[in-house]
């Protein structure tokens, strides 16, 4: 067995691949020859991507419009993705958002929104894949955080859910490693996307170009992980250089 393998007709499914992180993941991965199936709400936006990802690299792709708060929706996500490939290797657990800021000022919606999407959703999508990606001795990889590792004083329930989505990660690869199911966690600090509107500034938006991460950093970063074997990529931390010096 060589310590790394190849993606070419791998079936791989990208959580929040209609924008940033995810549309690069779906880059990074077709042109390594996976077979993609691309989940989010925007349909319209997710069809584009998947025509780029097959004009570019003659990707083979799936759009499946997908609320992951929305069991059902996962279930029917997972199925059309057995349906239309016969099987999963990996999921790629992306979909995340940020909402709100102080405790003290942010408003249920914003709180059940978030915990529905950065908590519920992983579970979800983690649950639904699972025994397909145990069949294949797939991957499960997880979007994590800066966030999920330090205080986050911003948006203190944002840093939660994504101290949660480590620490189930890390637990799940405790409970199925001898099944020889890779667990893999990706932390980003910030990174120039959509991510961190809500009223405001985008990161996009925010930051100019070499401040920060960009989203094809985060997608060589997956592809990287989803690439070894027999050995997996516990965790990865790619963070901005100078994210510690606020410390």
Do not use: C
Not at 161 to 182: I, L, M
């Amino acid at each position: 067995m060589t310590p790394t393998q190849t993606l070419t007709d791998r079936t791989v499914i990208v959580t929040g691949a209609s924008s940033g992180i995810g549309a690069a993941t779906v880059d990074a991965l077709a042109a390594d020859g996976a077979n993609l199936v691309l989940a989010a709400r925007r349909e319209g936006r997710l069809e584009e991507i998947a025509a780029e990802a097959d004009a570019e690299h003659g990707a083979e792709t799936l759009v499946v419009p997908t609320d992951v708060t929305d069991r059902e929706a996962v279930d029917t996500l997972i199925e059309e993705t057995l349906e239309r490939f016969g099987g999963l290797d990996a999921l790629v657990n992306n979909a995340g958002l940020g909402l709100g800021g102080d405790v003290e000022t942010m408003t249920d919606e914003e709180f059940e929104t978030m915990q529905s999407v950065n908590v519920d959703g992983v579970f979800y999508a983690t649950r639904a894949a699972l025994p397909h990606v145990r069949a294949s001795e797939g991957h499960l990889l997880f979007v994590g955080s800066f966030a999920g590792q330090y205080p986050r004083p911003q948006n203190p329930v944002y840093a939660a859910t994504k101290w949660w989505v480590r620490g189930f990660a890390h637990s799940v690869a405790a409970q199925v490693g001898d099944d020889d199911v890779a667990v893999t966690v990706v932390n980003p600090s910030e990174v120039r996307s959509e991510f961190g509107g809500n009223g405001e500034d985008s990161f996009e938006e925010r930051f100019e170009e070499g401040e920060v991460s960009e989203p094809e950093e985060i997608a060589d970063a997956i592809r990287f992980a989803l690439t070894r074997s027999p050995s997996a990529v516990s965790e990865l931390d790619l963070f901005r250089r100078d994210k510690f010096s606020g410390f």
